[in-house]
Each structure stands twice: as C-alpha cells, then as structure tokens.
C-alpha cells in the first residue's frame, strides 16, 4: 500500500502552529490526519525532530488503514480531526 505525505500547517490567533501530517491513499482518493502537532512560540528543531519521530512509529505501529478516518478531501480530513480532538 502506498501513501503519500501532506504537511499541512495551520496559523492560530495565539501564535502557535498546528503541524497537521495527513496521508493520501494512492489510487483511491482519500485523505486521513495521521496526526497533529502545535509548536509554541519557544517551539524550535527539537520539537519538529520529536513530531517527526512521532509520525513514523505511529505509521511503523499500525496501519493507516486501520487507525485513521478517511476522507474525500485534505480539508474534510482535517475539519474531522478538529473535531475529534477538540
């Protein structure tokens, strides 16, 4: 199975950035937020290290297809995440 990374980031009012790792699933046209990180103002290249890290156990550790909602398109992926976890 092949997927495709987007790194999609996010502004919010608060000066903090949401770093949103949504996957396409190649051939089918579906999107999932694999998982989502906000970096603060201090946040520097220790925290992006550890938000990438994170991403790759989590695909290592189960499947996308297992642990992810998918979705028709990048931004109703990312409405369900904030959603779910807000």
Known sequence: MLFAEHRIWRRLDDGRLVLYRCLERFGHGLYAVQSADAFGPAAGREA?????????EL??????????DWHRSLQAAIDAHDRDFD
């Open 59 to 68: 695909m290592r550790d189960e499947s996308p297809l297992v642990r992810s």
């Open 48 to 56: 992006v290290a550890a938000s990438d890290a994170r991403f790759v």
